[in-house]
């Protein structure tokens, strides 16, 4: 089982839905916990940090459920250029070694 | 500010050959790290910098990989002999501080061994 699970998708909506991305992780000492965006060909660029309270920027919601080692990110009136794949990473304590999640893919379409 | 420079961008080397990437860290970042992306992989970690020393170095894959940092500035990642599964994109990622702060990536160099 991997460290850090996510669904590959791809995920195919239409312009202006909500889409929802959930991760899994499973090592418990995990410490911090973030959202990066990856378009094709192109490097990982932060999307947004994921804390227990729950954080929103703009139309992404990222929620943090420890107790059940659970992540999400919520997009709403999702948009053309959302089109990429969101990584799901992990940081853990007693170190600094950083955890990557597969990735899910998002289409938007017009 | 500059971010975070790799070279060279796209590398294409035989098997047994030596290829040697370049990473330099967004400048007064003491943390650097180096991970891999094979095709159809996660981005995995190899190690991570702090200054000039290896804090962490359990990803590197074999003794064939050799990463230094001189001087805490910029850091090499050195595939000697390359294989073929050695392929993928190499990612170096520069952070100020603890685990806690966020990894600025660089554009990645893209090593395929023939």
């Known amino acids: 089982r991997k460290e850090v699970e996510q669904d590959p998708g791809p995920f195919n909506v239409p312009e202006g839905a909500t889409v929802a991305f959930n991760c899994t992780y499973s090592n418990s000492a995990s410490q911090s916990f973030f959202w990066y965006r990856q378009d094709c060909r192109k490097e990982p660029k932060l999307l947004m940090s994921v804390y227990s309270s729950g954080n929103e920027d703009g139309r992404f919601t990222a929620q943090l459920n420890r107790a059940s080692q659970y992540i999400s990110l919520l997009i709403r009136d999702s948009k053309l250029s959302d089109s990429a794949t969101y990584l799901c990473v992990v940081n853990r304590t007693g170190g600094f070694k950083t955890i990557f999640g597969a990735g899910t893919r998002l289409f938007v379409k017009a | 500010e500059a971010g975070v420079t790799q070279f060279p961008s796209h590398s294409v080397i035989e098997k047994g050959q030596t290829v040697t990437l370049r990473c330099d860290p967004i400048s007064g970042h003491d943390n650097l790290y180096w991970y891999r992306r094979v095709m159809g992989k996660e981005i995995k970690f190899l190690l991570h910098f702090v200054k000039e020393s290896k804090q962490d170095e359990s990803g590197m894959p074999n003794n064939r990989f050799l990463a230094e940092r001189t001087g805490g500035t910029y850091s090499t990642l050195k595939v000697q002999p390359a294989e073929l599964e050695d392929s993928g994109v190499y990612f170096c990622?520069?952070?100020?501080?603890?685990?806690?702060?966020?990894?600025?990536f660089g554009a990645g160099t893209r090593l395929s061994v023939l």
């Open positions: 990622a520069s952070s100020p501080g603890t685990s806690r702060d966020i990894q600025y």
